[in-house]
């Protein structure tokens, strides 16, 4: 941060200017509670006004006004104004911090725009950002009071008492100086408190906005079935290209040899009794051609799921899709015991495909594939599969470029594991895969 503004106290300036945005926004955070309290006490007014003699009751039809009026409008207008605040701080998460998430859409939705309008004023997620603007205007109140008021006010003590103690030593006694000089020494000292206190204010700050704006419950259920949705089509499509793959593998390789077999065959069984042994020759070639063939169909299964993955495991499979590979590769396994079948499904088909990337795009000159156990940061839900490919080469590797990461993500994705990639320009490509050992 501090390369990105300058020198630090150009960073706390900036970040006491920001608190002091937040003080000036808490309060309008704060109007759609305020307008909600408002509407409580009139109810209370309201309920127990024909019990009180000495309140009024009112006449009939003023009650229906005052009841649509504190009971409809003041709530619509709180709901509202929580959204517009709710508004207001994202667009300032994006503006300071960089912060941007587009509101993932409602698939289940209705079309009825009755119903999305009053979803939209009394809704779950209206009440949802009234509460969220509650707590950010507290927040702002304290979080701002306290930085504005220790470095304002000590610092504007601090020069008031200056000024003070130049207008005693002229025109005062010595005793007046004992008031001046203690604001002189502590008001600097409230300053460089606040100063202190700002950056943690404003992580707290951010760290709240985020958790309030970007990760309520129906938030994440909404992005993780846009997100599903969206792998899905991605897997779908992934899948259609596959299946063109191994069909234009079978129909260019094997298909092409079972033809050329037949042939032989009929060449030979034509030949059997006229000329024996040209139909002995034709038979062994034939022989030769039914091994390619055989080779050819090995060739398309290792694609799919090799035999060696099945009864050995990636400590037998690794090594094998690393000697296909055209770079030198170094393959490191240390697993104390298999993991799932799929995790290690997912393994191996993550390996041969960053093998594959290596050989096209990185023009690397050595790589390591790692497989190891780890166990998982928040110590629950189990251990987790780590596969690390990594290489030599130019990095810079782009999944808009058509390197085939979307599809490792998604395939990775689909077992609940996470896949980064670190690809700085000229530096090489570390992919890392976390897969659920149990997956």
Not at 406 to 431: E, I
């Amino acid at each position: 941060m501090a390369e990105a503004y300058g020198p630090t106290w150009r960073v706390r300036l900036v970040e006491v200017l920001h608190l002091m945005t937040s003080l000036a926004l808490a309060l309008c955070y704060l109007v759609p509670a305020f307008l909600l309290v408002v509407a409580a006490t009139w109810v209370g007014f309201a309920v127990s006004g024909p019990w009180l003699p000495e309140v009024s009751r009112l006449a009939p039809d003023r009650l229906s006004l005052d009841m649509a009026f504190f009971l409809v409008v003041l709530p619509a207008a709180a709901t509202l104004l929580a959204r517009l605040s709710c508004r207001v701080q994202r667009n300032r998460l994006d503006n300071v911090f960089g912060i941007v998430e587009t509101s993932p859409p409602d698939p289940l939705a209705d079309d009825n725009p009755f119903l999305r309008a009053w979803r939209f004023v009394f809704g779950r997620e209206a009440w949802s950002a009234l509460v969220y603007s509650t707590v950010a205007g507290l927040h702002g109140l304290l979080a701002g009071g306290v930085v504005v008021v220790l470095v304002v006010c000590g610092g504007a003590a601090a020069f008031g008492a200056l000024i003070g103690t130049v207008f005693v030593l002229v025109r005062g006694t010595p005793d007046d100086l004992v008031g001046p000089l203690v604001l002189v020494a502590v008001g600097p000292l409230c300053a460089l408190v606040g100063l202190r206190l700002a950056p943690f204010m404003v992580a707290t700050e951010v760290l709240l906005h985020r958790m309030l704006l970007f990760e309520a419950p129906e938030v994440r259920i909404r992005r993780r079935l846009v997100h599903v949705q969206d792998s899905r089509l991605r897997m779908v499509d992934a899948a259609e290209a596959e299946r063109r793959r191994i069909e234009r593998d079978l129909h260019d390789g094997a298909q092409q040899r079972l033809l050329a077999l037949t042939m032989t065959l009929t060449r030979a069984r034509s030949r059997v009794a006229s000329d024996p042994d040209a139909a002995l020759e034709l038979i062994t070639e034939a022989q030769s051609e039914s091994r390619e063939v055989m080779e050819e169909l090995r060739q398309v299964a290792r694609g799919l799921h090799p035999r060696v993955l099945t009864d050995h495991g990636l400590s037998a499979a690794l090594p094998v899709a690393a000697g296909r590979a055209p770079v030198p590769v170094r393959v490191d396994v240390e697993l104390p015991e298999r993991p799932s079948s799929r995790a290690e499904g997912v393994a191996y088909y993550v390996a041969c495909e960053a093998l594959t990337n290596v050989a096209k795009h990185a023009r690397a000159a050595r790589v390591t594939v790692a497989a190891t156990r780890v166990e998982r940061p928040s110590r629950r839900g189990g251990d987790l599969l780590r596969l690390t490919v990594t290489d030599d080469g130019v990095g810079g590797a782009d999944p808009e470029t058509g390197t085939g990461l979307y599809g490792l993500w998604d395939r990775v994705d689909a077992v609940d594991g996470t896949l980064t990639v670190h690809s700085p320009v000229g530096q090489g490509t570390v992919l890392t895969a976390d897969i659920p050992w149990e997956a």
